[in-house]
Nanobody, 116 residues
Framework: QVQLVECGGGLVQPGGSLRLSCAAS????????MSWYRQAPGKQREYVAS???????NYVDSVKGRFTISRDNAKNTVYLQLNSLKVEDTAVYYC??????????WGQGTQVTVSS
């Protein structure tokens, strides 16, 4: 079955960095666009970044220049490099994969806390 397993979250000071990973299984990863979303306490889940199967990336404006999404099709893994972290980046980060015919798969999430 489809599985998305995130890891790499943690507690970091403002200005710090983290790298999140999402290991995928149960589908043809190399043919699938992948995304990261996040949900802060008391807020709705929001889009963060995505990468097409061809490697084209897109970001929400608030993370442009600080976050980088990438993928390794040989490892069935998508990454999110978080640099210059701010307190407002604190959230649970989720990996997301849309699969035909209209299914939506989410990982369990990984907590990122930015605090001094």
């Amino acid at each position: 079955q489809v599985q998305l397993v995130e890891c790499g979250g943690g507690l970091v000071q403002p200005g710090g960095s983290l790298r999140l990973s999402c290991a995928a299984s149960g589908f043809t990863f190399s043919s699938t666009a992948m995304s990261w979303y996040r949900q802060a306490p008391g807020k709705q889940r929001e889009y963060v970044a995505s990468i097409t199967r061809g490697g084209i990336t897109n970001y929400v404006d608030s993370v442009k220049g600080r976050f980088t999404i990438s993928r390794d099709n040989a490892k069935n893994t998508v990454y999110l490099q978080l640099n210059s972290l701010k307190v407002e980046d604190t959230a649970v980060y989720y990996c997301y994969a849309p699969l035909p015919p209209g299914y939506h798969y989410w990982g369990q999430g990984t907590q990122v806390t930015v605090s001094s």
